[in-house]
């Protein structure tokens, strides 16, 4: 049996689906999916885990209909200034995750704003996954390591430990478990190489209805699961 999840990574899924369920506009179901975040965030802190990893914005989410990304854009960029209470109320660290070059200068702006801000915070180490997806991750840090090894600043051959360098969540131990909510059962490009030896979790429920006794509910399946890493 195992024990509280060190690190939980969760894929928020279903926000469109439910709103449209209730007769809303999508739009709709990311505000409240992008509300779930702190009650998600006290639970996991009560229950013992340390980091939590929100997948919020693909590289793949730049194809949905302009009008929805650009509600998203609008939506995150008041996001970061709604961490920013988030992470001092929670005495919790706010890193983003992801290839931010992408955003606005403003948004890049307000995301090292927070990340800055929240840097000394000892509590919940809390991941949002911006413009991420592990593919381009990779990519990223392997041309990053070819760019040092021409430059004398890292050595050939390349280690796994060594990789774990290049990668976003440089610094930020991998995964123990991965939910993903509403009912899809993929990865989506998110955290390849981290999940490895991660559980997976699914559920129906959709993020905005996924609370603390959902959480409790994927946590306890987690801890009656025998991690065996490869051994009898």
Same mark, same amino acid.
């Given at each position: 049996?195992?024990?509280? %999840?060190?690190?939980?990574?969760?894929?928020?899924?279903?926000?469109?689906?439910?709103?449209?369920?209730?007769?809303? %506009?999508?739009?709709?179901?990311?505000?409240?999916?992008?509300? &779930?975040?702190? %009650?998600?965030?006290?639970?996991? &802190?009560?229950?013992?885990?340390?980091?939590?990893?929100?997948?919020?914005?693909?590289?793949?989410?730049?194809?949905?209909?302009?009008?929805?990304?650009?509600?998203? =854009?609008?939506?995150?960029? /008041?996001?970061?200034?709604?961490?920013?209470?988030?992470?001092?109320?929670?005495?919790?660290?706010? *890193?983003?995750?992801?290839?931010? /070059?992408?955003?606005?200068?403003?948004?890049?702006?307000?995301?090292?704003?927070?990340?800055?801000? /929240?840097?000394?915070?000892?509590?919940? &180490? =809390?991941?949002?996954?911006?413009?991420?997806?592990?593919?381009?991750?990779?990519?990223?840090?392997?041309?990053?390591?070819?760019?040092?090894?021409?430059?004398?600043?890292?050595?050939?051959?390349?280690?796994?430990?060594?990789?774990?360098?290049?990668?976003?969540?440089?610094?930020?131990?991998?995964?123990?478990?991965?939910? *993903?909510?509403?009912?899809?059962?993929?990865? /989506?490009?998110?955290?390849?190489?981290?999940?490895?030896?991660?559980?997976?979790?699914?559920?129906?429920?959709?993020?905005?209805?996924?609370?603390?006794?959902?959480?409790?509910?994927?946590?306890?399946?987690?801890?009656?699961?025998? *991690?065996?890493?490869?051994?009898?």
């Amino acid at each position: 049996m195992s024990t509280v %999840p060190n690190h939980v990574a969760i894929i928020l899924d279903g926000n469109g689906r439910w709103a449209k369920s209730k007769g809303m %506009p999508r739009t709709y179901g990311h505000t409240m999916g992008a509300k &779930n975040v702190e %009650p998600i965030c006290r639970a996991a &802190n009560s229950l013992g885990i340390k980091y939590v990893t929100f997948y919020a914005f693909s590289t793949e989410n730049w194809n949905r209909p302009d009008s929805e990304v650009a509600a998203l =854009m609008e939506l995150l960029e /008041s996001y970061m200034k709604t961490c920013k209470k988030l992470a001092k109320n929670n005495n919790m660290r706010v *890193r983003i995750i992801g290839d931010i /070059s992408k955003f606005t200068p403003s948004m890049q702006e307000k995301i090292k704003d927070l990340e800055e801000f /929240s840097k000394d915070f000892t509590g919940l &180490n =809390m991941q949002i996954a911006l413009n991420y997806g592990s593919r381009d991750e990779i990519i990223r840090g392997i041309n990053a390591y070819v760019e040092d090894v021409k430059n004398n600043k890292a050595a050939y051959p390349l280690t796994e430990e060594a990789f774990t360098n290049y990668l976003d969540t440089k610094d930020i131990p991998d995964p123990d478990l991965m939910i *993903r909510t509403s009912g899809e059962q993929r990865l /989506s490009n998110y955290l390849l190489w981290q999940l490895a030896y991660a559980e997976f979790y699914f559920t129906d429920v959709p993020w905005p209805d996924f609370h603390e006794a959902e959480l409790k509910e994927a946590v306890e399946a987690y801890m009656n699961r025998d *991690r065996r890493y490869g051994k009898v």
